[in-house]
Structures are given as structure tokens and as C-alpha cells.
């Protein structure tokens, strides 16, 4: 080969070329995510800056301001009609507006709103060395029991980097269940993954238990974030494409334009059920469904308690949301190829949650296996593939995140002189010692149990009328069965508040400032009046349940 050829190969590659288009992004519809990303990145300027007796209180007004802000952010866009009539994909078509994703981004802001209550509550226990002390360790990097530890503890420190961290979360929360192509769901998965791996570890009693919860879920999640990439992958491979539209459009094989490249993969089923599979089953892993959950009792039970009501609830929205998306917008076409799989994982996940939960006899790990039964029923609805399948879903996580935020509230406020007293046999005659407290969480967990007046009951309620109605009579049979057995163990624990007697080394209940009184009084609220009068929000979560693709 020549010098002249080479060098006209580099003189030809070198042509100056068309202008590339700057992005065209709709920032008053991205609004609500913006506005926690913002404020998380002030929290961390924050921490950077603000003198350290006052960032406790910085941090819990700017998180706390911040979520209100992104709510009020939601509901403007609903009422402008972004749920319904103007619903449309923005971004460049990385995240769809639209009603399933408003509800539950306003969902995940309200629970999150809640949580954060408890993550600043500084009341429960006693004062050390002056200082008034949270559930997060006091330095974060330092070694369990060193010297260190216990002259940060001396110090007065707290971590308040919580705050950022959480809302950091709660960012990438919000673009899950909205991202409309796989790259944006990677994306934000991680977002919200990490800052999760990071508070589990942050527990400031029985922290060798939190760090090895925070090890345990780091490990499996990163598992699962492989398989969710190599599953997009196969997907791409199989689609040429990551938009959710796209890969929809091939699956059907409505697509208008097919180039060769395209043609080559479209007729290998292999990619797309395979890559398929791998997606749903890093979604399954979030959703903490058999058998995926191996995870949620040891990180429920090792991370301080108001994170794991923080990821109990939030997370679960979020990760359902882009499951809903998933196989409603993107893989329709393969409905008869994922339907029975799906049905098989809320059979054993509905039956599995259920039975193990009896043998548990930690009130955190009891309260885990009862989240993977709940997860069970919610995919009772995500099979049903109707329109009211949709709606039911979106109701039972909107009744479900603050049930679930409220009675780890609860958990939080039983003590003993090693922390929270977690152990059941702690918790025997509760009720006498402390009526309020134990009648709050009885009425949590009925509406855990699914008991008519409480918001359980109706979400349970319009999941399995779905499924019924979508030709899943079975799933609903098993659903009741799993139901029955779940009330047993719910039942069980009133039974032991109320009808033993109190030892008399028993925990006390600690009395909370109105930050956990408000968590508690809101997660009640929510459960009587959805149980009471759930028609509004049943119409409201039947508006919102149309994708928008």
C-alpha cells in the first residue's frame, strides 16, 4: 500500500463533519428527580462546609424540603395532564412521563418524606457523654469497639451523611419505574443501589451485624446487576436497539425498518427469551421474590431499622414500577412465554414467605419474610396483564410502603439496655406495659394480615380481583391460602402483646420526639383511611394506569 493511499485515508477520514445536535431535554417534566439530585448534592456540599453541630439539623430541613418540593413537583405534572392526555416520552426518549410513573414516583416521595422522620429521630436512646444520639454510627470509618469509635462516640459525632445518601437513593428510585430504554434503567438501578449498600452498614449498636448485612447485599446485588447488564445485552443484541418501544416493536415484529445486521438476530429467539429472563430476574432480586430473596431477612434484620423501613418500602415501589414497564411495554408480545414462569415465582413466593415467616422469632426477620410473601401478592396482579392489574398494583405498593414504614417505626421504640429489642419473646405483654404502642402495631400488622378495614384488606382485595379477572383464578386460590397461613403468625404476635404477662426485666418503650410520632400517626392514617374509603385512590391509581410507550 502506498504513502499517497495511506495518507488520503487519513485526509478522508478527517472530513469536518455535520454539526451534532444539542439534546433536547424537558426539564420542567424531570422536575421532581432534579430537585432530590440537587439536593443531594447540596447535602454533600453540606458536609463540606457547614460547621458540624449544625449539619444534623442542615441535612434533615434540606432533605425534608427537597422531598416536599419533588411532591408538590409530581402532583403539578399530574394536574397539567402529564398522567393522561399529555403523557409522552422526554429525555430523548430515555424516560417516559406518564401516569404509572408519576403515581409512583409520588409514592416513593411521600414514603421517603415519612422515613427520613425517623432517620433524624434523637430521642430513643439515652444521651452519651451529653450528646444526643441516632441509629447511625457515630463515625462510619471506624473500626467497630476501636478507640477510635469510642472517642468519636465521646466527640458527640453522627454521620449526617444519611441525608445525601438517602436522597441520592431516592433519586435514582424515581428514574427506575420511568426509564424508557435499559440503559437508563441501569443506570438508575445503580444510583439507588448504592447509596442502599452504604446505609445498611451504618447501624450504631450491633454493628458487626449491619456491616456483614451490608457485605451480604452488596455481594448479591452487584450478582444481580451482572445479570440485569448481561440481559440487556441479549436484548440489544437481539433488538439493534435499548429503547423500550424499539425492542416492543421487534418483539411483535411490527418493525417498519430492518436492516441486514437486524434481520440476522431477529429470527434467534435464543438471545431474546434468554435476555429476557436475566432482565427479570435483577428486577425479581429487587423485589426480594423466590427465589431471589436470600438477601432480605439478613439485611433486614443488620441494617438500622429506619433504613430497612426506608428500603422495605421505597425500594419495592420503585423496582415494581420497572417491572410493570418491563412486561407491559416492552415484552407484551411474549406474554404466553413469561406468564407461567411468573405464575410459578408468586406461587412459591406467596407460599414461601408465608410458611418460613411462622418458624422466625426476631420481629425484623419476621416482618422480611412477610415483605417476600406481599411481593407474592403484588405479582398476582403484575400476571393479571389488564388494565386493572395495573391499577391494583399501583394501589396495594401506595398501601403498602406506609403500612410497612410505620411498623418499623414502631420496632424502633421497644428497648432494651442493648438497643432496639427485637427478639419476640421481648415483645410478650407489650400491651399492658404499653397499650398505645402495641395497639398502633397491632393495627399494622392486621393490615399486614389483609383484615377488612384496613388498607391491606383492599389491596389484596383488587390484586386478586384482577388476577381473577385475567384468567388467574388458581393464583388467587393460593394467594387466600398464603393469606391464611400469614394471618396465623401476624395473629400470633397481638396475641403475645396482649394476652402474656410482662417479665419484669422486660424492654421499655421509649418515648419519640414528633418526628417518629408523625411517622406512626401517618403510616395509621393511611392504613385506616384506604381500608375505610379506598374508592379515590382506586380511581386515582385506575387514571394513572396507562403506559405511555
Same mark, same amino acid.
Given at each position: 500500500m502506498s504513502t499517497t493511499a495511506v495518507h488520503s485515508l487519513w485526509t478522508t477520514a478527517a472530513q469536518p463533519l455535520d454539526k451534532i445536535p444539542a439534546p433536547h431535554i424537558e426539564y420542567?417534566? %424531570?422536575?421532581?428527580?432534579?430537585?432530590?439530585?440537587?439536593?443531594a448534592v447540596l447535602g454533600v456540599l453540606v458536609e463540606a462546609f457547614v460547621p458540624r453541630r449544625s449539619r444534623h439539623y442542615t441535612q434533615v430541613f434540606l432533605a425534608v424540603v427537597a422531598l416536599a418540593a419533588a411532591f408538590a413537583a409530581v402532583v403539578g405534572l399530574a394536574a397539567g395532564g402529564y398522567g393522561t392526555t399529555k403523557a409522552h416520552i422526554a429525555a430523548m426518549g430515555a424516560i417516559a412521563v406518564d401516569g404509572p410513573a408519576l403515581f409512583l414516583q409520588g409514592t416513593i416521595l411521600l414514603?421517603?418524606?415519612v422515613a427520613i422522620f425517623t432517620f433524624a429521630e434523637r430521642r430513643l436512646d439515652p444521651a452519651t457523654h451529653g450528646n444526643r444520639i441516632d441509629s447511625f454510627a457515630a463515625q462510619a470509618g471506624s473500626v467497630p469497639g476501636s478507640d477510635s469509635e469510642k472517642a468519636a462516640v465521646k466527640a458527640g459525632f453522627t454521620t449526617t451523611e444519611v441525608f445525601p445518601l438517602a436522597l441520592f437513593a431516592v433519586a435514582g428510585m424515581l428514574v427506575f419505574p420511568a426509564a424508557n430504554d435499559l440503559l437508563t434503567l441501569f443506570v438508575a438501578l445503580e444510583v439507588f443501589s448504592l447509596p442502599l449498600y452504604l446505609l445498611c452498614a451504618l447501624a450504631r449498636r450491633k454493628r458487626l451485624m449491619s456491616q456483614e448485612a451490608a457485605?451480604?447485599?452488596?455481594?448479591?446485588?452487584?450478582f444481580s446487576s451482572a445479570f440485569l447488564l448481561f440481559g440487556i445485552a441479549m436484548l440489544y443484541g437481539y433488538a439493534g436497539s435499548v429503547s423500550y418501544a424499539r425492542i416492543a416493536d421487534v418483539v411483535d415484529g411490527t418493525v417498519k425498518t430492518i436492516d441486514p445486521a437486524l434481520a440476522g438476530t431477529m429470527g434467534n429467539d435464543a438471545l431474546l427469551l434468554i435476555g429476557g429472563a436475566l432482565i427479570l430476574m435483577g428486577l425479581l432480586f429487587k423485589v426480594g421474590a423466590v427465589p431471589f430473596h436470600m438477601w432480605t431477612p439478613d439485611v433486614y434484620q443488620g441494617a438500622p431499622t429506619p433504613v430497612t423501613g426506608f428500603m422495605a418500602a421505597a425500594t419495592k415501589v420503585a423496582a415494581f414500577g420497572a417491572l410493570l414497564r418491563l412486561l407491559y411495554v416492552v415484552l407484551p408480545g411474549l406474554r404466553?412465554?413469561?406468564?407461567?414462569?411468573?405464575?410459578?415465582?408468586?406461587?412459591?413466593t406467596m407460599l414461601g414467605g408465608a410458611i418460613v415467616a411462622i418458624t422466625q422469632t426476631d420481629i425484623k426477620r419476621l416482618l422480611a419474610y412477610s415483605s417476600i410473601a406481599h411481593a407474592g401478592f403484588i405479582l398476582a396482579g403484575v400476571i393479571a396483564v389488564t388494565p386493572t392489574g395495573v391499577s391494583s398494583v399501583l394501589f396495594y405498593l401506595a398501601a403498602y410502603s406506609f403500612v410497612t414504614i410505620g411498623a418499623f417505626a414502631v420496632v424502633t421504640l421497644v428497648r432494651d439496655a442493648g438497643g432496639e429489642a427485637?427478639?419476640?419473646?421481648?415483645?410478650?405483654? %407489650?400491651?399492658?406495659?404499653?397499650? %398505645?404502642?402495641?395497639?398502633?402495631?397491632?393495627v399494622f400488622l392486621l393490615a399486614f394480615a389483609g383484615i377488612p378495614l384496613t388498607s391491606g384488606f383492599s389491596g389484596k382485595f383488587a390484586v386478586f380481583r384482577a388476577a381473577a379477572e385475567g384468567g388467574a383464578g388458581a393464583l388467587v386460590v393460593v394467594g387466600?391460602?398464603?393469606?391464611a397461613i400469614a394471618a396465623f403468625f401476624y395473629i400470633r404476635v397481638i396475641v403475645l402483646m396482649f394476652f402474656s404477662e410482662p417479665t419484669p426485666e422486660g424492654p421499655t418503650v421509649a418515648v419519640p420526639s414528633p418526628l417518629t410520632m408523625t411517622t406512626i400517626a401517618v403510616g395509621v392514617a393511611v392504613t385506616l383511611v384506604l381500608g375505610v374509603a379506598p374508592q379515590y385512590f382506586l380511581d386515582l391509581a385506575g387514571q394513572a394506569s396507562v403506559f405511555v410507550r
Amino acid at each position: 500500500m502506498s504513502t499517497t493511499a495511506v495518507h488520503s485515508l487519513w485526509t478522508t477520514a478527517a472530513q469536518p463533519l455535520d454539526k451534532i445536535p444539542a439534546p433536547h431535554i424537558e426539564y420542567a417534566q %424531570l422536575a421532581p428527580t432534579l430537585i432530590v439530585v440537587g439536593a443531594a448534592v447540596l447535602g454533600v456540599l453540606v458536609e463540606a462546609f457547614v460547621p458540624r453541630r449544625s449539619r444534623h439539623y442542615t441535612q434533615v430541613f434540606l432533605a425534608v424540603v427537597a422531598l416536599a418540593a419533588a411532591f408538590a413537583a409530581v402532583v403539578g405534572l399530574a394536574a397539567g395532564g402529564y398522567g393522561t392526555t399529555k403523557a409522552h416520552i422526554a429525555a430523548m426518549g430515555a424516560i417516559a412521563v406518564d401516569g404509572p410513573a408519576l403515581f409512583l414516583q409520588g409514592t416513593i416521595l411521600l414514603a421517603s418524606l415519612v422515613a427520613i422522620f425517623t432517620f433524624a429521630e434523637r430521642r430513643l436512646d439515652p444521651a452519651t457523654h451529653g450528646n444526643r444520639i441516632d441509629s447511625f454510627a457515630a463515625q462510619a470509618g471506624s473500626v467497630p469497639g476501636s478507640d477510635s469509635e469510642k472517642a468519636a462516640v465521646k466527640a458527640g459525632f453522627t454521620t449526617t451523611e444519611v441525608f445525601p445518601l438517602a436522597l441520592f437513593a431516592v433519586a435514582g428510585m424515581l428514574v427506575f419505574p420511568a426509564a424508557n430504554d435499559l440503559l437508563t434503567l441501569f443506570v438508575a438501578l445503580e444510583v439507588f443501589s448504592l447509596p442502599l449498600y452504604l446505609l445498611c452498614a451504618l447501624a450504631r449498636r450491633k454493628r458487626l451485624m449491619s456491616q456483614e448485612a451490608a457485605v451480604k447485599y452488596f455481594l448479591l446485588g452487584s450478582f444481580s446487576s451482572a445479570f440485569l447488564l448481561f440481559g440487556i445485552a441479549m436484548l440489544y443484541g437481539y433488538a439493534g436497539s435499548v429503547s423500550y418501544a424499539r425492542i416492543a416493536d421487534v418483539v411483535d415484529g411490527t418493525v417498519k425498518t430492518i436492516d441486514p445486521a437486524l434481520a440476522g438476530t431477529m429470527g434467534n429467539d435464543a438471545l431474546l427469551l434468554i435476555g429476557g429472563a436475566l432482565i427479570l430476574m435483577g428486577l425479581l432480586f429487587k423485589v426480594g421474590a423466590v427465589p431471589f430473596h436470600m438477601w432480605t431477612p439478613d439485611v433486614y434484620q443488620g441494617a438500622p431499622t429506619p433504613v430497612t423501613g426506608f428500603m422495605a418500602a421505597a425500594t419495592k415501589v420503585a423496582a415494581f414500577g420497572a417491572l410493570l414497564r418491563l412486561l407491559y411495554v416492552v415484552l407484551p408480545g411474549l406474554r404466553w412465554d413469561w406468564r407461567p414462569v411468573m405464575w410459578a415465582i408468586a406461587i412459591v413466593t406467596m407460599l414461601g414467605g408465608a410458611i418460613v415467616a411462622i418458624t422466625q422469632t426476631d420481629i425484623k426477620r419476621l416482618l422480611a419474610y412477610s415483605s417476600i410473601a406481599h411481593a407474592g401478592f403484588i405479582l398476582a396482579g403484575v400476571i393479571a396483564v389488564t388494565p386493572t392489574g395495573v391499577s391494583s398494583v399501583l394501589f396495594y405498593l401506595a398501601a403498602y410502603s406506609f403500612v410497612t414504614i410505620g411498623a418499623f417505626a414502631v420496632v424502633t421504640l421497644v428497648r432494651d439496655a442493648g438497643g432496639e429489642a427485637t427478639h419476640l419473646s421481648k415483645w410478650a405483654g %407489650l400491651g399492658r406495659r404499653s397499650p %398505645l404502642v402495641a395497639a398502633v402495631f397491632a393495627v399494622f400488622l392486621l393490615a399486614f394480615a389483609g383484615i377488612p378495614l384496613t388498607s391491606g384488606f383492599s389491596g389484596k382485595f383488587a390484586v386478586f380481583r384482577a388476577a381473577a379477572e385475567g384468567g388467574a383464578g388458581a393464583l388467587v386460590v393460593v394467594g387466600v391460602i398464603s393469606s391464611a397461613i400469614a394471618a396465623f403468625f401476624y395473629i400470633r404476635v397481638i396475641v403475645l402483646m396482649f394476652f402474656s404477662e410482662p417479665t419484669p426485666e422486660g424492654p421499655t418503650v421509649a418515648v419519640p420526639s414528633p418526628l417518629t410520632m408523625t411517622t406512626i400517626a401517618v403510616g395509621v392514617a393511611v392504613t385506616l383511611v384506604l381500608g375505610v374509603a379506598p374508592q379515590y385512590f382506586l380511581d386515582l391509581a385506575g387514571q394513572a394506569s396507562v403506559f405511555v410507550r
